[in-house]
């Protein structure tokens, strides 16, 4: 099974800051890395899909970055709406889905 | 505008069963495959079972252990997961995702709580 650790654990920042999210795959994913960010209380919702792809509607603020095993996710600067808890998961074939244990992003 | 809608969770004994149920409306969920996530109180996302468009063929994480079924009715546009031999382990918020390697869609989850 393939292992994502994702970190930090928890990234204290402040509105207008840059953030910078990581993700480590146990061995290599290639491109299948999507990321996911969480609120209190909602649904998951899709950010980035194939690494670097933003999903519809998601800002240009948010990017990805990598391949292999290494893999960023930026937020360009910080809105007070996008402190929550960002999530990357990878695909391997035969399907089968792992997710990394999470990163809070709060507020400074 | 909700696209997929979660029920069927409850509190149930060890030993238990459940069937969940995932209708889909205002969305395309035919020939898209989908997926069951679920995520304990308090825990991070785990992946539970994903089933093709057609409904064919279907995988499941190890710790299922023949315990669930995924199916999915595409003339209904919903999909189920029957689960038996619960455990409290099992205890949890259930997602069904619209899957296209990544979960693009998701439902507002059911939950599925097990203890005595």
């Known amino acids: 099974e393939i292992v994502l650790t994702q970190s930090p654990a928890t990234l204290s920042l402040s509105p207008g800051e840059r953030a910078t999210l990581s993700c480590r795959a146990s061995q290599s994913v290639s491109s299948y890395l999507a990321w996911y960010q969480q609120k209190p209380g909602q649904a998951p919702r899709l950010l980035i899909y194939?690494?670097?792809n933003r999903a519809i509607g998601i800002p240009a603020r948010f990017s990805g970055s990598g391949s292999g095993t290494d893999f960023t996710l930026t937020i360009s600067s910080l809105e007070p709406e996008d402190f929550a808890v960002y999530y990357c998961q990878q695909r391997t074939w035969p399907p089968a889905y792992t997710f990394g244990q999470g990163t809070k992003l709060e507020i400074k | 505008e909700v696209y997929l809608v979660e029920s069927g969770g409850g509190l149930v004994q060890p030993g238990g069963s459940l069937r969940l149920s995932c209708a889909a409306s205002r969305i395309t969920v035919s020939g898209y495959a989908m997926s069951w996530v679920r995520q304990a109180p308090g825990k991070g996302l785990e992946w539970v079972s994903r089933i093709s468009g057609s409904g064919d063929s279907a995988d499941y994480a190890d710790f299922v252990q023949g315990r669930f079924i995924v199916s999915r009715d595409n003339s209904r546009k919903t999909l189920y997961l029957q689960m038996n031999n619960l455990g409290v382990e099992d205890t949890g918020l259930y997602y069904c995702?619209?899957?296209?390697?990544?979960?693009?869609?998701w439902g507002q989850g059911t939950l599925v709580t097990v203890s005595s």
């Open positions: 194939d690494a670097s």
């Open positions: 995702t619209r899957d296209q390697a990544s979960h693009d869609i």
